[in-house]
């Protein structure tokens, strides 16, 4: 079945410092998502983004969709201690069928520690 | 406006036991799913509906059972519990776009419910 990778598995940054982290997949997806999770939450949606080449900014976030629909990366400028949790990836087919309709797959996580 | 809601919080279960996870709604969304989140895997799918009446597998199916009698819940069985099902369960909800194009709109998550088999 489709996969996506997650890189990196986890990142133990200093408080000011930019973070940066992206996932592949090895099929096409049509929408990109980036989640994030603290402690004890659900996930929680940053971004998400719908269209190939596609750059989006929320707040110090910034994501990409890739030109080839199988890959995006998440960037976090002058990262802050409330950025600590695991931030996910997730890739959705938009489909003209109703095979995979809705489903969201999911990549391992990155868990962000930020050092004050 | 509560959003999405997932009781228990926290279960433990003896192995071969039966329970049911609750999940309900109140933004009349369509689309309704539950995920399994194991370390290290990211969220599995494990079955998803798409309105009520309508059910489908996921990922991982095998041992869970689901409903949809109302928009609004989406309970989530299993059946004869197993140390393999200990997990952090979550339900998430959407609007579905139907018809030609299918596909969902933003998912909301529930806070989890932290299942062990014991």
């Known amino acids: 079945g489709q996969q996506l990778n997650q890189s990196p598995q986890s990142m133990f940054i200093q408080e000011g410092e930019d973070v940066s982290m992206n996932c592949t997949s090895s099929s096409i997806f049509n929408t990109w998502l980036w989640y994030k999770q603290d402690p004890g939450e659900g996930p929680v949606l940053l971004i998400a983004l719908y269209k190939a080449g596609e750059l989006t900014s929320n707040g110090r976030l910034t994501a990409q969709f890739g030109i080839t629909r199988k890959d995006s990366f998440l960037n976090i400028s002058a990262s802050i201690p409330s950025d600590v949790g695991i931030y996910f990836c997730a890739g959705q087919e938009v489909t003209v069928h109703s095979s995979n309709t809705g489903k969201l797959i999911f990549g391992q996580g990155t868990t962000l520690q930020v050092k004050p | 406006n509560a959003g999405v809601t997932q009781t228990p919080k926290f279960q433990v279960l003896k192995t071969g036991q039966s329970m049911t996870l609750q999940c309900a709604q109140d933004m009349n969304h369509e689309y309704m799913s539950w995920y399994r989140q194991d370390p290290g895997m990211g969220l599995r799918l494990i079955h998803y509906s798409v309105g009520a009446g309508i059910t489908d597998q996921g990922e991982v199916p095998n041992g869970y059972n689901v409903s949809r009698s109302t928009t609004e819940d989406f309970p989530l069985r299993l059946l004869s519990a197993a140390p393999s099902q200990t997990s952090v369960y979550f339900c998430?909800?959407?609007?579905?776009w139907g018809g030609g194009f299918t596909g969902t709109d933003t998912q909301y998550f529930g806070p989890g419910t932290r299942l062990t088999v014991l």
């Open positions: 998430a909800s959407s609007y579905f």
